[in-house]
């Protein structure tokens, strides 16, 4: 393990200098051959301890993205009433509103005022609704799924969705104020804001979905004990569900 985060340090500083992560795919994929997700928090512990500053992390975790797919672990299948089961299933719904907010918002961008698109301002606030209320999601990662990590010694995965969640949900928020005052706006100016949103939206949440869903998921069900899931489930009833959330069955966990 040594050798392999001398190896991921040497490749963070790469990254940092402007290389390409395509480039350095094959490298990687050598590099972490064998790695699972308890693995890349133990690395991410030491490289903090080490000074290395979270904003290099990070890049470590989006690299993820890109090159470290095949190696990743795959969601295991859970009971439907599994804490994880739930967060995974908001995941999808989450993705098809922020799909078709890329969506809304091209439509919009070929249009040149408000006369022209009170359909899409109605999709558009509805969709900004479910986001904003997607909140509650995160809510219960914060104060349930990430306080149980960090009892376990593996923080430092959950400290970084913790600051993603930190740029996403206030982007949320004013999507939703922007387009229920659109009239306190010029068409240019509130396109220009809503483009701005609107990109920080669809290109952050899929990826910090794809972390949380590969990455942290499979860590917290190595590292937390089963009867620990039915107390984070009853703290996970107590806090509540998005609107959209499916219906979980009222069964054992």
Aim: hydrophobic fraction near 40%; proline fraction near 4%.
């Amino acid at each position: 393990m040594n050798d392999k985060k001398e190896s991921i340090k040497k490749m963070i500083e790469r990254l940092h200098q402007g290389e390409d992560p395509l480039q350095l795919k094959d490298e990687f994929e050598k590099i972490m051959q064998g790695i699972d997700a308890m693995d890349i928090a133990y690395m991410e512990k030491e490289l903090l301890k080490e000074g290395m500053k979270e904003e290099e992390i990070k890049k470590l975790c989006d690299v993820h993205l890109l090159v470290f797919e095949n190696n990743l672990e795959a969601p295991k299948e859970l009971n439907k009433n599994h804490p994880v089961s739930i967060l995974a299933a908001e995941h999808q719904h989450i993705l098809k509103f922020t799909e078709t907010l890329g969506s809304v918002v091209q439509d919009l961008n070929q249009a040149s005022a408000f006369n022209q698109v009170s359909e899409q301002l109605g999709r558009l606030e509805h969709i900004a609704q479910h986001l904003v209320e997607a909140n509650l999601h995160h809510q219960r990662e914060e104060e349930v799924l990430f306080p149980y990590l960090r009892k376990k010694g593996v923080g430092e995965p959950a400290d970084i969705m913790l600051s993603e969640h930190g740029i996403l949900k206030p982007a949320k928020r004013e999507l939703l104020q922007l387009v229920k005052s659109y009239q306190d706006y010029s068409w240019l100016q509130f396109l220009q804001k809503l483009n701005k949103l609107a990109a920080t939206i669809t290109n952050m949440l899929p990826a910090h979905i794809y972390k949380e869903d590969h990455i942290l998921y499979p860590l917290a069900l190595k590292v937390v004990p089963g009867e620990a899931w039915k107390d984070m489930k009853n703290d996970f009833d107590r806090i509540g569900y998005c609107c959209f959330t499916p219906h979980q069955p009222a069964q054992q966990i």
